[in-house]
């Protein structure tokens, strides 16, 4: 889904009243928790994560989930592993309101690609 918002803050509004917002909300504190340094901002009428030149993570509100996007998955190091819980596609990571994020390896993936990108890595596609 696409929404018209143009900062972060115009978005989550957006969400209100809806089990997306909640996960969304989830999936963007381990990505500001493991990448204090990271900006957020819109791109692509989705939540962005980068350096404010380029972004690592794009995190989208579907009609069935919430979509965190990364480029390629394949790219990070145990990612298929770390990713089991998931349905997935090459650079998308499709997370149902159903998955408790908590036991998960999303956590250690969302660090272990800011940590990659932090040294210069490519995730790109």
């Not at 990070?76 to 149902?96: M, P, S, T």
Request: net charge positive; hydrophobic share 35%.
């Amino acid at each position: 889904m696409q929404y018209e918002a143009k900062t972060p803050s115009e978005y989550l509004k957006e969400l209100e009243n809806d089990w997306r917002k909640v996960k969304l909300e989830e999936i963007r504190k381990l990505i500001k928790n493991k990448g204090p340094s990271l900006q957020e901002g819109i791109e692509y009428k989705m939540l962005s994560f980068g350096n404010g030149e380029k972004n690592i993570f794009h995190l989208n509100a579907q009609s069935a989930y919430v979509s965190l996007y990364v480029g390629n998955i394949d790219k990070v190091e145990n990612a298929q592993d770390l990713l089991r819980a998931f349905d997935k596609g090459k650079g998308c990571i499709r997370i149902r309101k159903s998955i408790d994020l908590s036991k998960t390896g999303l956590e250690a993936f969302i660090k272990k690609t800011i940590d990659l990108w932090e040294k210069g890595g490519n995730t790109d596609c």
